[in-house]
């Protein structure tokens, strides 16, 4: 995994929002530019500072690699681009406090680098970069001086790679050769907390543990070993599951709360207290004894899933 | 739309958990077979009444139309038939209070077709009998028997109906080629709520109306009019979102409660009282007043989506 700076002082509405990167492919002159080149080496899973009015102001991943696509309309912004250029897809998520590269240029002056430097020794930007590779030093020295701001935006990735990583699995899972349509039927159907894994599940679980909900069709019939990570018997395993409320399941699909195996209830430390205030979640400190198999999956879901920091 | 009832007493564990039905494709001897017949007739949306053990157990929706399939595995229940047969893909939801048409029968006999009946004068069943048609008369007495059971089981197949159906819209709106792939981007991310759609509604929208939580990453960007149903515009709307809560979103995705212009908080009847007590749900009675656009589409979500029976 690589890190990269970008200048985006006038396309930077366009381009957080838009979820993307897009330079031309040369100067203007034809000539070569590296901060151009630099778009082709951009691999998915970089990533991507977004400096903006001397702020860095959003943290991206990159979603793919670099396509040929015309200029997106910036407006008077681009003009002077050609244009065709180089796209590279980065989903972005602003931070919510800015950092001032400058502010802290002593602690980052020595770590920058002697080529291609994103910023000036006296912290001041440089209008002649686009897209500048960032030294892993500096890169973990601005991300500790973002601080929660940083793990809240990678949060909310880490959600969307989940969700895709469900898309891609379930894709690969009807086209599998290897099982029957009846099998295959349930393990998709198992992903919506259907079929035999709800089935099977309402053995062992008849209501939400937190908010002793019982009414299903107001529960979600969710796997502890995330689905996407459960192999075929483990998919339609009853004891795999719980019937969370949908804001428990939110929790705990994320890593907010897990479970001992005596069914104390663990809160991360990167849950405010005020969210279980504000969703009226009682102080319940335990919530009943797990069975053997189900503490094989909480384990998981504890050393895997819960965010232990 | 039709109307059949299936006799599942061996195979009913199998076919409503699986969700399927199967029958062979003719008798043993070769010879026609009614019943059997019947699974060519099934059109995707045909609802089905499951009888198992005198009592109607389950209704289904069918899913597809009827496929050649081997038999599935199901023991000895099926050790007469032929290896090959129908399958009909369906999803069944077993109700809560299983009806026993037997103790209706005066309400039902005048109701029964005189051929291929699935029920004897007398209310026994027909051991005969594995699919047959029910005349919508028949099938309207046997739902208005089921109450309350019918209508939370129908209510399920719906949220899995609206499911795939954002799913087809999806794979529509990537193969579209009469918008640009920064556009198309928009759209698909607008539908996780993401991206310009989360940005503009941000404009508007700063916390769970009803939670009052403000910490956007325990809160859904959530469109008022289905974004399957919205245009290009209305799906990058920001008067188009509001920010609920995971437990709130499933509420208002699912039409349990609603909001009028001035921001009263509608509750569908068909919500338990008992769901929001446990969820903790303040008695909020209001939740402030809707700008004259997001009027607009509160007014297709109360008449759309909202329970208002």
Known sequence: ???????????????????????PKTRRD?????????????????????????????VGVARGTAQTA???????????????????PVEFGEVERPVRPKDHIERLRPL??????????????LQSVYLAAVPEPLALALIDLMGNSYRAVWSEFAS????????????????????GPVEKRQLVRARRGQ?????????????????MVSDTS??????????RDSDDTEK???????????????????????????????VSSSLPRTILDAWGLPSVRNVGPFNERQRQYLEHHRSQVFRNQ
């Open 218 to 227: 107001h529960l979600r019939a969710s796997h502890i070993k995330p689905w």
């Open 195 to 211: 079929g035999a894994f709800r089935k099977n599940l309402q053995i062992y679980e008849h209501s939400c543990r937190l908010t």
């Open 160 to 179: 969307v790679e989940n969700e895709e990583a469900d898309d891609q699995h379930l894709q690969a899972t009807t086209e599998r050769t290897d099982i």
């Open 112 to 125: 920058l680098p002697e080529k291609y430097s994103p910023l000036q020794e006296d912290g001041n930007g």
């Open 236 to 266: 339609l395993d009853g004891c795999n599951g719980l019937l969370p409320s949908p804001h428990v399941d939110h929790l705990f699909d994320r890593g907010y709360i897990s479970f001992s195996d005596e069914g104390d209830v663990l």
């Open 70 to 88: 015309v200029k997106p309309a910036f407006g008077a912004a681009g003009a002077s681009w050609s244009d065709e250029g180089w796209l590279v």
């Open 30 to 58: 034809g000539g070569r530019n590296q901060f151009y080149e630099n778009m082709r080496e951009v691999r998915p899973r970089d990533v991507v500072f977004s400096f903006c009015d001397t702020h860095i102001k959003a």
């Open 1 to 23: 995994m690589r890190y990269w700076w970008v200048n985006q002082n006038q396309t930077y509405d366009h381009e957080v929002v838009g979820g993307f990167l897009w330079s």
